[in-house]
């Protein structure tokens, strides 16, 4: 993926397929096919997952929240497999992740947690493991401004940049935790005068552009690269309730 001020044909297909493989599952959402479990979707994400998978390398790998599906359609996973884990097909062999614990076989996305913050930690943990064994490869988090009103989220950026490792955090903001804005449940903080402090580079782009977050994204890893740590806040509207048999 190559920095420019243009969205290719290629591209615009790619995230029509993922809009339209949510829609699917919407639909099915709809009609009260999950029993089992809570099904979250990401309508409006499409641009910021697309722009992480198409910027990965052969060593990357993702570390995902329990809002996931738009980041697993983008790399490359078909409707079919994710129907399989959210237990639509029971039977044997039949591997059911659910929603919140969606990683499809083969893909660059190593782990995925329904647990708010986890996935912070063990990407720092998978970093800093790779640096160690001097092994190549840039670890990209992907988090909600929800978990960061969690202590491992503060925790894991002083870890990552005290140890200089090759670590991304892609911050999805879209205002809503649990139904709850930011200006109902805590005080407002000034992202960029955090990371100033704690001398972590920082990015912030509109999720409705392809292109900004593309920018963003980008000049994020460079400086991850570089081995000092990136904050990328990507700021967008979800177009769909928190989870649940009413989706947007």
């Known amino acids: 993926m190559n920095q420019a001020n243009e969205i290719s044909l290629e591209e615009c297909e790619q995230l029509i397929?993922?809009?339209?493989?949510?829609?699917?599952v919407n639909e099915l959402l709809k009609a009260g096919k999950f029993k089992k479990i809570?099904?979250?979707?990401?309508?409006?994400?499409?641009?910021?997952?697309?722009n992480i998978a198409n910027s990965n390398l052969e060593?990357?790998?993702l570390c995902l929240s329990h809002r996931n599906i738009a980041h697993n359609l983008a790399g490359g996973a078909s409707i079919e497999e994710i129907l399989k884990s959210y237990d639509l097909n029971d039977g044997p062999g039949v591997r059911q992740m659910g929603s919140m614990n969606l990683a499809i076989e083969k893909?660059?996305?190593?782990?995925?947690?329904?647990?708010?913050?986890?996935?912070?930690?063990v990407g720092v943990?998978?970093?800093?493991?790779r640096k160690f064994q001097e092994k190549p490869g840039q670890v990209i988090v992907v988090t909600g401004?929800?978990?960061?009103?969690?202590?491992?989220?503060?925790?894991?950026?002083?870890?990552?940049r005290s140890n200089g490792l090759n670590f991304v955090v892609v911050l999805e903001n879209n205002d809503c935790s649990m139904s709850s804005r930011i200006e109902e449940r805590r005080v407002k903080f000034d992202l960029k005068a955090i990371c100033t402090g704690l001398n972590i580079s920082y990015f912030k782009a509109k999720?409705?552009?392809?292109?900004d977050t593309r920018n963003a994204l980008l000049n994020g890893r460079r400086c991850a690269n570089d081995q000092n740590p990136a904050l990328i806040e990507i700021n967008?509207?979800?177009?769909?309730?928190?989870?649940?048999?009413?989706?947007?």
């Open 17 to 24: 397929r993922i809009r339209v493989g949510q829609h699917l």
């Open 38 to 50: 809570p099904i979250h979707l990401e309508f409006g994400y499409e641009a910021v997952a697309l």
């Open 59 to 61: 060593n990357d790998l």
């Open 107 to 121: 893909s660059k996305v190593a782990y995925t947690s329904s647990i708010l913050g986890n996935n912070l930690g």
């Open 125 to 129: 943990g998978i970093a800093m493991n």
């Open 145 to 160: 401004d929800g978990a960061i009103e969690e202590g491992i989220f503060w925790e894991s950026l002083i870890l990552a």
């Open 207 to 211: 999720g409705t552009s392809f292109l």
């Open 236 to 248: 967008l509207k979800a177009f769909n309730q928190h989870a649940g048999q009413h989706a947007g």
